[in-house]
Every structure is written in structure tokens, then in C-alpha cells.
């Protein structure tokens, strides 16, 4: 189904971080960004769509203290608002908001750190745009910071702060249907398998609370109401979001799931692990028993890659990209 | 990330030195070679009880459990290089970087390949009873290590999956970049040519996980209404039983043993090779000195005592070893994947020295222009020295 296209140099190997990778098509210019973090560095490449022409540049992570030890990058993942574009890069010390080029740093946020360490490590990870102006980030603390970004200018401000989970956020994701019809905007998961689904607006309202079973859920999307969770167990799970009744359980990998990513117009849906398999799988809303199936299409086995982040390159799912731990490539692969 | 990085590190890597130095000097023990003599049974049980006494030991523990981030390379092999010397052993410098190049991948291979997060712990107690079987002559000794594993019981299993990831995640991040290729793992085809690790898509799933190749879908009462099976490429089974996390028995997994065990010490075993490239790559990553960090090696040196003795090695009586003699380095490359590429190590094995007095200085360099006055530099400028 899909073939392996010519991989994408990095300038720095990737690091072994959930979601390590973030994919921007910006069609007006026939280019696709790539975001991988390495350390403290974010590696950007834009491609333009002919393969032809390159161009890197490398973000460090230089807020804080420059004396002490840098501090290590958690995710990079652009936010794609009606607006503008932003990349939000998360740290061990704050929340980085720059423009989607990487060029101009609009906004830092930087995050509360007690006199002396605690053995309770710190650091912002999850993050997710949400409907017209709002960006939302999680913290170690469990607590989810939103955002509320003008259509221009760095104006930003930290409009709400939702502490619903305990434990430490691992990911988030907003409704990528495009539709309007669906009332969950929202969802945020944490390292206990806590799933929160959201409603966005002046003040965010919990619609509902999934509770996990002590296992860590380690990405997560939201589609047409359906919340697709996946989990260090290998499993991925599909839910009603506002209800979370759960439609299906997928023994999906061997090992820790690092990656979830959905093609909005087709349902496809990608799953990659530390096993080295990254799989693509259909999602098809059966509305007659008011379900979601899911079924199982591809595999593809990255040889001796434990992978740390897949996406799809464009809303078909036409295309996908793969990083893995201390690779200094972004492999690609296009369907055949 | 984690804060919780330093005893793992010092325990697996401490254990791996333990493994390493006891199969080497047993080795020296047994040839005829009369330049090496000296090492006798007893010599070696000195070495190993020192050491051992030294990093087991309840204030050093204590320190290393304290909250704080992952050193760099620099100076966690000072802590090792200082830790192996608090024995009557002295390595050279050539032996010293052998060594952590050996510690580093062998736990480099435990990370990357242990099923689950938790099986970090296992892989710890792996190398605490491995290196209990080394001293257990030594009631007191074998009475430290299980006090130290009391400790790291009480401080990890109470963590849950997801900081263990985190564990994980921060000491992938600590040994990424770093692709030294390792004869054992090489013959054993653990390891590829590029010194990545070769991924098995087989065996068993970790404890509490699924085979994969199985959907189950749900009415909306919660009961199963439907199965369907998908093929999955690998070839996974369940797991037969769970390891113990407690201060004795089966850990299932074999990651973190003496590899080095009485059956195979064989000189060949602990041959490393590296690619100049590889060398600047490591050394860019160990490059900012936490000033932190410089402070807790100093507090560290005194717990581990026996400051005196660093400043005139060589000229305590203690005794010299050459861990991997040359010439048997040129017996190695008959087990050798790719030939050439050893022989490259040969003449690296020179240049390594100078290699590394070049970073020395970039290191003295920098640390004396931008914080003039640190007592830390005491300590980093002997790490330098080493």
C-alpha cells in the first residue's frame, strides 16, 4: 500500500519523546515543514512538494538560566490556527510560542520551579489548538494551560489554567474533523491513562472524565466525536467522547505506543512504537449503532528503529513520515 | 527530565566496571606474561572489595538519590575513573576510556532494549546480585549491597509506568549519539555494523501487555459483540510468569547479567571500536559542565574519600594495569566483523589520547574563562588530567 520514499536528513538525531514529530503543509507555498526535537535543539526542515529543495534551521532552547545546565525539550508541534500558524516548542522550564517559521519567538510562559529540586521532575508536554484563538499546553503538574492567542501580534495571554488531572499530561489533541457539529473540542490525556474531553469557549466545561487503568496514555486524537487513545500497553482504544462508552480495543504493538496521528478526510489512522512497526488502520463511523469501526490495513517495520513519531503528510493520508531514536532522518513513505 | 537518573546509572554502570575489571584482571592472573605480574587471586579480590565497599556504600547512595539531573559524560566517567581507584588498581588512560566505552553501551543496550520502562529496576538488580556473587566471600559486603538494594526499592517501586518512561527517555537522551561498536554484541549480532542495536520482532510481550493481532469491539453496553484478528508482522507470545522486584529472585530478563561470566572471559569480549566522527559527535553532547553538577562531584570525591591519593598517582604504591593490552587487541581482529574496521581501531587506540588531550584543553579553556574562581574546576581540571 504504501513504498519507501527517499528519506530527509536531520541535523541532529532524533530523541526518544512521544510524538517526536510535527508536520505543517502549507499548500499556498507548495511546502511541507518537519519538526523533530533533539535535547535541547529543534531540528526544522522545510521540503518543498518536488523533493528538489531543502532548508534547515535549529531552535535551542535558550530561555532561563544559561549558566546552568540547558534545559531539555519535551515536544514541538505546530498550532494551526484560522489566523496564523504558531510552533509551540515545551520545555523543562516554560512554553516557547514562535512564529511558524521559527524565526521570531511571540511569546514565553515560563513554568513555576521550587528553590530546591523535588524529586517530582517539571516540565510542560501536550499541546493542542483549539477552534479560533485558543492554544492549550500541559504541565508535569497535571494542570492544562490555555492560551488565548490574538489573530496577530504577541498579545498572548494565559486565559485559564484546568486542573483535572493529577498526574503528569502526556498528550492533547483538538477535534480534527474541521466540523463544527461535534460538541467535544478537546481532549487531554495523562500518565495514569486519565482522558479529559473538553468543551472550548470563555471558560473551557469538562463534558467528561475516562478514567485509565494506572497505565500511561501516551497520545491521543479526537475525530468526528470519537476519541482514539493509545496506551504504553501496546493498545489503542476508540471512545465516544462525550459519553466514553468504549466502541473497540485494539491489541495494536508489542511494546509502548509513541505516536497516533488521523488523516481527517479518509478516517486513516497511524499508529507507530517502540516495537519498529508503524501501522495504518480505518476508521468508519457506523452512525446506525451509533459506533465507530476500526480496521486494520498496513504494517510497516522500520528495522531496528525505536520509533518516537509518525505523521501523516496531508489530510488523505496519501503520505507519512516516521522519526525514530538516534536516527538522523525523517523517513517517508507514499502510498504505491 | 527525571531527577531520578544518578543511582541507575551508577549502579548499572558501576556494575558493568565490576564485570569488566573482575573477567580482566582474572585474565591477567592467567597469563604467563611476567610484565603483568602480580595479579594474584587475592590482588583481585582486594580490587573488587574496595570498589564494591566504596560504591555500595549507604552515604554515597544516599547522595546520589538526592534530586537531580543526569551528569554529563565527563563527569560521570570521573565518578567511575575515581571510584575504580579507590581500589590499589590504577588504569592508564587508554584503559580508562575502554572501559566507559564498554559501561556505556552495555547499559545503553539494557535501556533501549528492555521491554517495559520498569524493567530498568530489573536490569539494576540484575547487576547488584551479579556483582553480590563476585564478593560473596565478604559477608560484609554482601550485607551492603542488600542494604543498597533495600534503598532502591523503597526510592523506584513505588513509581509509576509513566516516570519510569521518563527514566527511560532522560538516559536515551544521555547516550544518544553514541554508536560504539562492541565485539561481543557485534558476534552476537546484537548490534549492527553502524552501531545501532538490532530491534527483535519476536518473543515475549512485557508482562500486563496484549499479543498484538487481535481488535475486540464493544456494544454500548460494554460486552464484546464482535472479534477480528489482523496479521501483525512480528511474532510475539505471552509472557510465562512476572520477575521479582524484591531483593532476591527471578528477574526473567537477562539484560544487565555478567556477560563476562566464567564461561566466556576471553579477551576478545571486551573490544570496542569507534569512528573518529563518533568521538566529536560524543563529546559535543558531555559539553556544558553543569556548575551544579561540579559541586555534587566535589561532595561526591569526599564521600568517596581518598582525595590525597588522586594527586600523586602512580607514586602510592598502587598498581598499574594495562586492561586491554595491544597485543591482544591484534588477536581480537580474527573475530571481527569487518576487518579494516578494527584495524582503523589499532591506530585510533593512539590517536584516542590525543583526541582527548585536545578536548582537555577546550575544556580547561573554557572553564577558566568563564568561571574563573569555581572550586569545581579543581575536579574538572583533574578529570582532564586522567
Redesign the interface.
Known amino acids: 500500500m504504501y513504498h519507501r520514499e527517499k528519506s530527509i536528513q536531520l541535523k541532529?538525531?532524533a530523541?526518544?519523546?512521544y510524538n517526536n514529530l510535527s508536520v505543517l503543509r502549507l499548500a499556498p507555498r507548495s511546502l511541507t515543514h518537519f519538526a523533530v526535537v533533539?535535547?535541547n535543539v529543534v531540528n526544522l526542515v522545510s521540503a518543498s512538494w518536488d523533493g528538489l529543495n531543502y532548508s534547515h534551521r535549529q531552535l535551542q532552547s535558550k530561555e532561563g538560566n544559561v549558566?546552568?545546565?540547558?534545559s531539555?525539550i519535551?515536544q514541538a508541534a505546530w498550532c494551526v490556527l484560522p489566523s496564523r500558524d504558531l510552533l509551540v516548542v515545551t520545555s523543562?522550564k516554560g512554553i516557547q510560542m514562535y512564529e511558524s517559521d521559527g524565526s521570531i519567538m511571540v511569546y514565553w510562559h515560563a513554568l513555576d520551579t521550587p528553590e530546591t529540586?523535588?524529586?517530582?521532575?517539571i516540565?510542560a508536554r501536550g499541546i493542542a489548538a483549539v477552534r479560533d484563538k485558543y492554544i492549550c499546553v500541559g504541565v508535569s503538574s497535571g494542570a492544562v494551560l490555555v492560551f488565548d492567542v490574538p489573530s496577530k501580534g504577541s498579545n498572548i495571554t494565559l486565559s485559564e489554567v484546568l486542573e483535572e488531572h493529577t498526574?503528569?499530561v502526556?498528550d492533547m489533541a483538538s477535534e480534527c474533523s474541521g466540523s463544527a457539529e461535534y460538541i467535544a473540542d478537546l481532549v487531554s490525556a495523562?500518565?495514569?491513562g486519565l482522558l479529559c474531553v473538553w468543551k472550548s469557549g470563555g471558560d473551557f466545561q469538562l463534558l467528561n472524565k475516562i478514567p485509565g487503568f494506572?497505565?500511561?496514555c501516551?497520545s491521543v486524537k479526537l475525530w468526528k466525536g470519537t476519541v482514539i487513545a493509545a496506551y504504553?500497553?501496546?493498545?489503542i482504544r476508540l471512545y465516544e467522547g462525550v459519553t466514553g462508552?468504549?466502541?473497540?480495543?485494539?491489541?495494536?504493538?508489542?511494546?509502548?505506543i509513541y505516536s497516533l496521528d488521523i488523516a481527517p478526510f479518509t478516517g486513516l489512522l497511524l499508529s507507530a512504537a517502540e516495537?519498529?512497526?508503524v501501522r495504518v488502520w480505518h476508521l468508519n463511523p457506523a452512525p446506525e449503532?451509533?459506533?465507530v469501526?476500526?480496521?486494520?490495513l498496513y504494517?510497516e517495520?522500520v528495522?531496528?528503529?525505536?520509533i518516537c513519531g509518525a505523521k501523516f503528510c496531508d489530510g488523505d493520508g496519501y503520505a507519512f513520515a516516521v522519526t525514530g531514536?538516534?536516527l538522523s532522518e525523517i523517513i517517508r513513505y507514499t502510498q504505491a | 527530565?527525571?531527577?531520578?537518573t544518578l543511582p541507575l546509572l551508577m549502579i548499572n554502570m558501576g556494575g558493568e566496571m565490576l564485570y569488566i575489571l573482575d573477567q580482566r584482571l582474572r585474565a591477567q592472573n592467567e597469563t604467563d606474561d611476567k610484565i603483568q605480574k602480580g595479579w594474584s587471586d587475592a590482588d583481585r579480590k582486594r580490587v573488587m572489595n574496595d570498589i564494591v565497599g566504596v560504591m555500595f556504600s549507604k552515604a554515597f547512595l544516599e547522595e546520589l538519590m538526592q534530586?537531580?539531573?543526569t551528569y554529563s559524560h565527563q563527569a560521570l566517567r570521573y565518578l567511575l575513573t575515581r571510584l575504580a581507584h579507590t581500589s590499589i588498581m590504577r588504569l592508564n588512560s587508554t584503559s580508562i576510556d575502554r572501559l566507559y566505552d564498554l559501561m556505556t553501551m552495555a547499559f545503553k543496550y539494557q535501556i533501549?532494549l528492555c521491554?517495559?520502562?520498569r524493567d530498568i529496576l530489573l536490569v539494576s538488580f540484575n547487576h547488584m546480585d551479579g556483582v553480590r556473587e563476585l564478593v560473596k566471600d565478604n559477608p560484609r559486603l554482601v550485607n551492603l549491597i542488600n542494604e543498597a538494594q533495600r534503598l532502591i526499592i523503597e526510592m523506584f517501586t513505588p513509581l509509576?509506568?509513566?516516570?519510569f518512561?521518563?527514566i527511560?527517555?532522560?538516559l536515551?537522551?544521555f547516550f544518544?549519539?553514541t554508536?560504539i561498536r562492541v565485539s561481543v554484541f557485534l558476534k552476537e549480532n546484537l548490534q549492527?555494523a553502524d552501531g545501532?542495536?538490532?530491534?527483535p520482532?519476536s518473543g515475549t510481550?512485557?508482562h500486563?501487555?496484549?499479543?498484538?493481532?487481535?481488535?475486540?469491539?464493544?456494544?454500548?453496553r460494554?460486552r464484546v459483540v464482535r472479534r477480528?484478528e489482523?496479521?501483525?508482522?512480528?511474532s510475539?507470545t505471552r509472557p510465562v510468569r512476572d520477575a521479582s522486584f524484591d531483593v532476591s529472585g527471578d528477574r526473567v530478563t537477562r539484560l544487565g547479567i555478567n556477560m563476562y561470566g566464567e564461561s566466556s572471559h576471553t579477551p576478545e569480549d571486551t573490544h570496542t571500536s569507534r569512528s573518529s566522527t563518533h568521538t566529536c559527535k560524543r563529546e559535543q553532547?558531555s559539553d556544558?559542565p553543569?556548575?551544579?553538577?561540579k559541586v555534587e562531584l566535589n561532595l561526591l570525591a569526599k564521600l568517596m574519600g581518598q582525595m590525597e591519593v588522586w594527586d600523586s598517582v602512580g607514586a602510592d604504591g598502587g598498581m598499574g594495569v594495562n586492561l586491554f593490552p595491544s597485543d591482544q587487541e591484534e588477536e581480537d581482529t580474527r573475530f571481527s566483523v569487518e576487518d579494516e574496521v578494527f584495524c582503523v581501531v589499532n591506530i585510533q587506540a593512539v590517536k584516542v589520547d590525543t583526541e582527548l588531550t585536545r578536548i582537555a584543553a577546550e575544556f580547561t579553556d573554557q572553564d577558566a574563562a568563564e568561571r574563573p574562581g569555581d572550586k569545581g574546576e579543581d575536579l574538572l581540571a583533574m578529570m582532564d588530567e586522567l
Not at chain 1, 232 to 235: P, R, V
Not at chain 1, 245 to 256: G, K, M, T
Request: with cysteine.
Open positions: 541532529s538525531s530523541s526518544a519523546l533533539h535535547a549558566a546552568t545546565s540547558s531539555l519535551m523543562q529540586p523535588t524529586a517530582k521532575a516540565f498526574e503528569a502526556t495523562d500518565d495514569s494506572d497505565m500511561s501516551s504504553g500497553t501496546g493498545q462508552i468504549l466502541h473497540a480495543e485494539v491489541n495494536a504493538h508489542a511494546r509502548w516495537d519498529s512497526f449503532n451509533n459506533s469501526e476500526i480496521e486494520h504494517n517495520c528495522t531496528d528503529t525505536q531514536y538516534d | 527530565m527525571s531527577l531520578r534530586p537531580q539531573d533501549a521491554p517495559r520502562p509509576s509506568d509513566g516516570e518512561q521518563l527511560r527517555q532522560t536515551l537522551t544518544q549519539d554508536h549492527n545501532s542495536f538490532v530491534m520482532t510481550v512485557p500486563g501487555s496484549e499479543v498484538p493481532g487481535l481488535i475486540r469491539y464493544f456494544n454500548t460494554g477480528r489482523f496479521v501483525t508482522g512480528g510475539y553532547v556544558e553543569n556548575p551544579l553538577a
